[in-house]
């Protein structure tokens, strides 16, 4: 068996201002000065530090919000002059799909790399559109051998990427004549992607590049960053070079990881045969934009021998129509792929890599059972470093082209600051993976999975909200009301 993987992480405080979720309102003039008074027995010493605060005139006029709504000073006051509220900057953070209670959870796994735990519990829906609406079957969680990170056996979140042939062919003295399949095995099923929209640092390219070293996998970067990465961390890097560019950037290719990839476009089944003259057992890899056509583009592919496909949708994990409009959530249209796939009969010889819209641990492993083959981390890596996702300050994206200015517009924009201390980037990037690989395992554990690869298409073992709500209402919607009398 081989050893157990696991990420070393490292408390890495955030260096950007936090905006909480949670503010307290205290009621100080009916104050009756209680010798046992909660405020100095906060677990989080939160009072402690607002009188600091308050009794510092040189201190910023923000207030702090480091209250975890434990509701103990809540419920332990005798007068009842404590409360809590919601910190309206916390609701403004973020947009409809990476949402305040997102952004925060993951500067909190970038923190120390533990899975987060909310005090005030969860009140919320149970369901809504996208990931939200894909519940995943926890039916072996009581097993005590099979219980997440705390279990006695071992969980494989390993992946492999590249073309894998479906069947072995022998000679008929028994040796083998199918060529051996060149194989990059990464033992988490994330890969580190460029942000979705243009963010011109070297710095935070090669923070991605030592985060990847670190955990084991591979980051992608445009050739321009990738020929900046110190050779120590070469070998994790998958480098973007265009068609144009083979030639330019042939000491890069050879030295880089044993992926490279490649923009689609009309000629790329012949761009690939001159990576590959150039390295011989490299891993092409086409990074497509996910269309509603990207089935039958990709069938098309596949028939040429290309057989890695870099899927990426838009920062809410929804298609790009022809105009530019956003489509069908990223779990509908892997559905459609992964059967298409199955139904032409050579899925297992594929390699899908989602990237868009993930932003969550839990969408790793809803992505994985919608058919694809492993993740690609591309916002949330922002996010760790402090990144609103404020998308009004930004352009896209799209096709690999910088469709707007690549300067930050905010002067203060924590991006900007991360990026010039490559370490601290690198620490907070491991750490988020690191609790990322936590709660894969639970969900694999809880599942009764032993190896995320399992995971792949088993559509069984998860509920779809629209599914269940058809096969309960029918057409229920769509019948015609009948007027009610008296």
């Known amino acids: 068996m081989p050893d157990r993987y696991h990420i070393h992480t ?31 027995r906060c677990n989080y010493e939160v009072h402690e530090h607002e009188a600091l605060h308050n009794r510092d005139p040189r201190a910023a006029l923000r207030p702090l919000y480091e209250c975890k709504a434990c ?29 305040p209670d997102i952004i925060h959870t993951t500067w909190v796994q970038a923190d120390a790399g533990k899975i987060p735990v909310s005090g005030a519990g969860y009140r919320g829906p149970f369901h809504g559109t996208g990931f939200d609406s894909i519940w995943t079957d926890m039916s072996e969680i009581v097993r005590p051998t099979r219980d997440g990170i705390h279990g006695r056996e071992y969980i494989s979140t390993s992946v492999d990427i590249g073309p894998k042939p479906m069947r072995l062919e022998f000679s008929p003295d ?30 935070l390219a090669l923070a991605r590049a030592a985060a990847a070293r670190r955990l084991g996998t591979v980051a992608v970067l ?59 057992r490299s891993i092409v890899s086409v990074r497509m934009t996910l269309r509603p056509d990207t089935a039958d583009r990709l069938v098309a592919l596949a028939g040429k021998g290309l057989k890695v496909f870099h899927l990426c949708a838009d920062p809410h994990g929804r298609e790009r129509g022809g105009d530019g409009t956003p489509g069908r ?56 470093l402090g990144c609103r996702v404020c998308l009004n300050a930004h352009s896209l994206l799209i096709d690999g082209a910088d469709l707007g200015s690549p300067e930050f517009r ?64 029918g057409d229920l919607d769509r019948m015609p009301m009948e007027p009610v009398t008296a």
């Not at 004549?177 to 710095?203: F, S």
């Open 10 to 40: 490292t408390i890495t405080p955030g260096r950007f201002y936090r905006v909480g979720k949670f503010g307290g309102i205290d009621w100080r003039e009916d104050c009756a000065r209680c010798s046992e008074c909660v405020k100095p």
């Open 71 to 99: 509701f103990s000073c809540v419920q332990g006051c005798t007068k009842g002059l404590l409360s809590l509220s919601i910190n309206p900057e916390y609701l403004e953070m973020g947009d409809e799909y990476w949402t």
């Open 174 to 203: 028994g040796r083998m004549i199918t060529p051996p399949a060149h194989l990059l095995e990464i033992p988490l099923p994330v890969i580190l992607d460029i942000p979705a929209w243009p963010v011109r640092e070297t710095g």
């Open 222 to 280: 445009f050739a321009r960053d990738a020929a900046a990465v110190p050779e120590s961390d070469l070998g994790s890097v998958v480098p973007i070079v265009s068609a144009e560019d083979i030639e330019k950037r042939r000491d890069l290719i050879r030295n880089s990881s044993s992926m490279i990839q490649l923009p689609d476009g009309p000629e790329i089944d012949a761009a690939a045969a001159e990576v590959r003259k150039l390295k011989p």
């Open 329 to 384: 959530h990223i779990k509908d249209a892997l559905r459609e792929i992964h059967g298409r796939l199955v139904g032409e009969g050579f899925r297992d010889e594929i390699t899908l890599i989602t990237s868009g819209g993930i932003a969550l641990a839990e969408h790793m492993a809803k992505a994985i059972i919608c058919g694809s083959d492993l993740v690609a981390a591309d916002t949330a890596l922002l996010v760790a």
């Open 410 to 473: 905010d002067p203060e924009c924590p991006i900007k600051s991360a990026a010039g201390d490559l370490h601290y980037a690198a620490r907070r990037m491991v750490n988020l993976m690191g609790a990322w690989h936590s709660q894969l395992i639970e969900v694999l554990g809880a599942m009764g999975i032993r190896e995320v690869r399992r995971l792949r298409g088993e559509v069984g073992r998860a509920i779809f909200r629209e599914e269940i709500e058809k096969e309960a209402f």
